[in-house]
């Protein structure tokens, strides 16, 4: 029976899932310090999905597109862990770009989630909503920047 996608994963499911021997994570967790499973009792892990995923995409910048160990500590730095969870996911940040430039336009609320239902049309209610709060904290970000650059 397969877990739920919310599910906290063991080391050892989180492995499999990610084609990946154990010790590799356990080495990760050494090298990226945003990678941080619960401990329990005994020392036993247990992956977030928000983890396995950012697990997912430090995978795909390591071993298929080449980069070192340095060079993906660099994109965890300067782009975050939200990039590398999309580069995991397969799904360039510029995609973001269309509906972070439809919500400015729109400004209140509904048309914010008028512009996420018209550019997601697949998604399920849950991750459309989530799409939006994340699309409303990408908006104060930006406000927030460019109040900065003003002073």
Known sequence: MDKSPDAFRTI???AEELDLPQH?????ETRFATIKPLKRGGGRRYYRPEDVLLLRGIRHLLYDQGFTIKGVQRILKDQGSRYVIAVGEGRPVEELLPLIEMAEEAGDEAEIEEAVMHASPALDRESRDKLSDVLRELLE???????????
């Open 24 to 28: 590799v994570l356990r080495f990760w």
């Open 141 to 151: 970000c930006k406000r927030i920047l460019e109040r900065a650059r003003e002073t």
């Open 12 to 14: 050892s499911e989180a």
